[in-house]
């Protein structure tokens, strides 16, 4: 029945809960601070929103966590011209490499 909007109660032994990540979340109390520090100084391609309350929530609920220093790093962002240092960038993929793109640094 679809039209049954009453709670239905699920068990399982174990729950995968996605909620968007951390890395935007730079602050010294931050996830990354506490399990990658040394990644808070790469730039990020994950939007504003990720900043952890998905995990926050979820342990405050009495959820566990595994793998939290398990962050993905990707290598091709799009940099701004007329603001470089900006730590988000727009995640440039795959495919752009895949048709010719050419990855180039500052030197």
């Known amino acids: 029945d679809n039209d049954n909007t009453s709670p239905t109660r699920l068990m399982a032994p174990n729950v995968v809960l996605a909620t968007g990540g951390f890395a935007s979340d730079r602050r010294s109390s931050s996830y990354l601070a506490q399990y990658r520090p ?5 730039p990020a391609t994950a939007g504003d929103f ?4 998905g995990v926050t929530l979820a342990t405050a609920l009495g959820a566990g966590t595994v793998d939290m220093d398990k962050v ?8 701004d011209p007329k603001d470089p240092s900006n730590p988000s960038k727009i995640l440039a993929g795959e495919l ?5 793109g050419i990855l180039i640094n500052d030197e």
């Open 96 to 100: 752009m490499r895949g048709v010719g």
């Open 50 to 53: 990720s900043t952890g309350d």
């Open 38 to 42: 040394e990644l808070l100084g790469f």
């Open 72 to 79: 993905q790093i990707h290598p091709t962002g799009w940099v």
